[in-house]
């Protein structure tokens, strides 16, 4: 029952470097996204995809590329970290598109600081 | 754009107290869901409202969907240390899927 599984759950980064948060689910979700939580802010999301080779961008995808190979894989890749890039980072993934209407599933999160 | 505002941001309380955090917005939104979140770990829903005016009950946590679709509530009789995390609501948009989470309301319950 691994769910949505996230990695790395903690990371450093130097401004400037890049890096891919991994994200994937075992459960044919087609709906996958990726959040940022910010405190005060709640979750913003910042790029979705509702299916194998379908991406778009959210609220604030800025500095973040997405790509969506398989149903079950879903990275997003930091260009050029940035200090405002620290934040803890959730993959979710939903049955549906209307995935308001059934229950989303979330990973642990990733924990990125960009120093 | 669409926001959803909750409060409030912070609560303290004793076990066995009741209370209620709120979700508001000026849009209309076609569901709403809360989530509760404990640390280190991702949100996990609660429960999602569809019909204005709704009310759902989860054992001691009582939602209500306002009858205009624009806020929310969230009701606990007999809080208990267990309860204790961050409660977020989420609007779904007429005809989008582009959800807006609220910031969310962080609750502590003492024993």
């Known amino acids: 029952n691994a769910g949505v599984t996230q990695t790395p759950k903690f990371q450093v980064l130097k401004t400037g470097q890049s890096m891919t948060l991994q994200c994937a689910q075992d459960?044919?979700?087609?709906?996958m996204s990726w959040y940022r939580q910010d405190p005060g802010m709640g979750l913003r999301l910042i790029h979705y995809s509702v299916g194998a080779g379908i991406t778009d961008q959210g609220e604030v995808p800025n500095g973040y590329n997405v790509s969506r190979s398989t149903t079950e894989d879903f990275p997003l890749r930091l260009l050029s970290a940035a200090p405002s890039q620290t934040s803890v980072y959730f993959c979710?993934?939903?049955?549906?598109?209307?995935?308001?209407?059934?229950?989303?599933?979330f990973g642990q999160g990733t924990r990125l600081t960009v120093v | 754009t669409q926001l959803l505002e909750q409060s409030p941001q912070f609560l303290s309380i004793q076990e066995g107290e009741n209370l209620t955090v709120y979700c508001n917005s000026s849009s209309v939104f076609s569901s709403l869901q809360w989530y509760r979140q404990e640390p280190g770990e991702g949100p996990v829903l609660l429960v999602t409202v569809v019909t204005g005016g709704e009310v759902k009950k989860l054992k001691r946590l009582t939602f209500q969907f306002g009858d205009a679709r624009k806020d929310s509530s969230l009701h606990i009789t007999a809080a208990q240390p267990g309860d204790t995390g961050l409660y977020l609501c989420a609007g779904g948009g007429t005809g989008g899927f582009k959800t807006i989470f609220g910031a969310g309301t962080r609750l502590f319950v003492k024993a």
């Open positions: 979710a993934s939903s049955l549906s598109l209307a995935w308001v209407n059934t229950e989303a599933f």
């Open positions: 459960m044919n979700h087609e709906y």
